[in-house]
């Protein structure tokens, strides 16, 4: 979320790190946690945002960030069966990307209300987090369905705006302004409707590595953790390279060489220990096929990914499997 905010500065020539406070210390520093601290984003997009004289920021950017940029929680809601399943999926596994926001679906008669909030948090004169999430759900809703959604609903927080015929053009929804909640509402029968191309026998295998990132409690270090969870969403999408993880983090790629060295750390090592770690848990599961398991862990080939778990555990997948399940 946070590398938009900053391409936005860098393509209008506005140093990032001289914006408000400069790039949140939760981003870049080793003492971070496993994601931006909320209210860190929250101010910065905040500050971008007058920087950039620009109220619609939020708005903006939620609407550029396709599904797949959302990684393992979007190709969640891409292979979810319906749209409100989709949300539904969203609401659950939100903690993935961000621990102190919510979503909360609400099915009505004829509507379905997905609204975003940070319940732990003030944000009465705060709305570009809210606004950028909203877009995040149109985007999405666009992506499954196209021209098939009519005109939804946005409701937003903000009082009406100097300009708000910027905004509706900008969504092609229809807006209301100085609402309780920032919420989409889309029609009970587009909530319902079937998502072309969604793969059923992928789903529960995305749900469990779902999970699965939600749990995992990579070790004691918070840069190491911080890479881990990293890793573990990137690896569906192929191997990842540490210059793209070094990125998210704000630091050129030979910074985090020089601390993972200071740990006594490889790269490849914590991809290794990552891939075995979800491969033994996935692989006792009598449910999940080994092509799939293949996928999760970024191996293009399923025999390259047998070799590996010979590797690891001394047998195949199918032996490894059988004695967890004797």
């Not at 971008?48 to 708005?59: R, V, Y």
């Not at 596994?93 to 909030?117: F, G, N, P, T, W």
């Amino acid at each position: 979320m946070l590398e938009s905010v900053i391409a936005s500065l860098d393509g209008a020539g506005i140093d990032p790190h001289k914006v408000g406070r400069g790039v949140p210390e939760s981003h870049q520093r080793e003492t971070a946690g496993p994601f931006v601290q909320l209210a860190d984003f929250v101010d910065y997009l905040e500050d971008a945002a007058q920087q950039l004289k620009d109220p619609a920021l939020g708005l903006r950017l939620g609407l550029q960030t396709p599904l797949q940029g959302l990684g393992p929680l979007g190709f969640l809601l891409l292979n979810s069966p319906t749209f409100s399943a989709a949300f539904e999926n969203a609401q659950n596994y939100l903690r993935i990307h961000q621990s102190q926001a919510h979503i909360s679906v609400v099915k009505e008669v004829d509507r379905m209300r997905i609204a975003y909030a940070t319940p732990t948090m003030p944000t009465v004169d705060r709305f570009q987090d809210g606004e950028y999430s909203v877009g995040v759900l149109v985007k999405a809703l666009k992506t499954l369905f196209g021209e098939a959604v009519g005109t939804p609903r946005i409701e937003l927080r903000r009082p009406s705006p100097a300009n708000p015929g910027h905004f509706t053009r900008l969504t092609e929804c229809e807006l209301a302004f100085a609402c309780p909640q920032d919420a989409l509402i889309v029609d009970g029968a587009i909530a319902e409707a079937p998502i072309t191309g969604a793969d059923a026998e992928l789903l529960p295998v995305l749900e469990a590595h779902a999970r699965h990132l939600l749990t995992l409690a990579p070790g004691d270090d918070e840069l190491t953790q911080r890479v881990r969870q990293m890793i573990a969403q990137a690896l569906p999408q192929g191997l990842p390279r540490l210059g793209e993880i070094a990125g998210q983090l704000a630091m050129s790629e030979r910074t985090l060489q020089r601390r993972l060295d200071e740990r006594q750390l490889s790269f490849n090592r914590l991809i290794e220990d990552i891939r075995q770690q979800l491969a033994r848990a996935y692989v006792a599961q009598s449910s999940m096929q080994f092509s799939e398991i293949a996928f999760l862990l970024g191996y293009s080939e399923l025999s390259a990914f047998g070799r590996a778990f010979r590797r690891w555990s001394g047998s195949s997948p199918s032996a490894f499997r059988q004695q967890q399940n004797v």
